[in-house]
T-cell receptor, first 114, second 112 residues
Framework: DGGITQSPKYLFRKEGQNVTLSCEQN?????MYWYRQDPGQGLRLIYY???????QKGDIAEGYSVSREKKESFPLTVTSAQKNPTAFYLC?????????????FGPGTRLTVL | QKEVEQNSGPLSVPEGAIASLNCTYS??????FFWYRQYSGKSPELIMF????GDKEDGRFTAQLNKASQYVSLLIRDSQPSDSATYLC????????????FGQGTELSVKP
């Protein structure tokens, strides 16, 4: 099956903990993205990567970190510096073809801070 | 002014009717336009994309783009209760490097 997988589906974090969300794709897409969605709101871009070993900050990168060591993997770490991390986290990937690029989403990880 | 604006709704239509969802954008140089459907608690799924002015049809869905007026719409014909979801409009602006800008979404409710 081709697609994007995210794990875990649900994640609970204690105050002061760092947690890492997994995102894997086997679509051979060059670009990968992380978004955050809060209730009743649209998606906000956290980080994105258009090529292996390179990534850029999105609109709300503070308190998050990423790596892109392999084309198919783009893990997101939510650090203790992120003061309000409870949200629905969505990973997406796209072929990376500029203005006609189309993004496809994984199933998401719901993070709750206890 | 928000970069991509949608009415949050909810928009309620009876089963079998046409649902019309609208989206406006502020960047006149925007290149590509996307509609995603998101069921409650699930991730967005792509419905349609449109790049050129005019209409694009795919089954019961029609996307309409008017770059002069900076709006894009999605029409759903013969609406079904299973169409009840939040519809997200997304735009790639000029020189955005593929970054999508999302509207807040319009909640659609189709009543049997």
């Amino acid at each position: 099956d081709g697609g994007i997988t995210q794990s875990p589906k649900y994640l609970f974090r204690k105050e002061g903990q760092n947690v890492t969300l997994s995102c894997e794709q086997n679509l051979n897409h060059d670009a990968m993205y992380w978004y955050r969605q809060d209730p009743g709101q649209g998606l906000r871009l956290i980080y994105y990567s258009q090529i292996v070993n390179d990534f850029q900050k999105g609109d709300i990168a503070e308190g998050y970190s990423v790596s892109r060591e392999k084309k198919e993997s783009f893990p997101l770490t939510v650090t203790s510096a992120q003061k309000n991390p409870t949200a629905f986290y969505l990973c997406a990937s796209s072929p990376g073809r500029g203005r006609t690029d189309t993004q496809y989403f994984g199933p998401g990880t719901r993070l709750t801070v206890l | 002014q928000k970069e991509v604006e949608q009415n949050s709704g909810p928009l309620s239509v009876p089963e079998g009717a046409i649902a019309s969802l609208n989206c406006t954008y502020s960047d006149r140089g925007s290149q590509s336009f996307f509609w995603y459907r998101q069921y409650s608690g699930k991730s967005p799924e792509l419905i349609m994309f449109i790049y050129s002015n005019g209409d694009k049809e795919d089954g019961r869905f029609t996307a309409q783009l008017n770059k002069a007026s900076q709006y894009v719409s999605l029409l759903i014909r013969d609406s079904q209760p299973s169409d009840s979801a939040t519809y997200l409009c997304a735009v790639i602006g000029y020189n955005q490097g593929g970054k999508l800008i999302f509207g807040q979404g319009t909640e659609l409710s189709v009543k049997p």
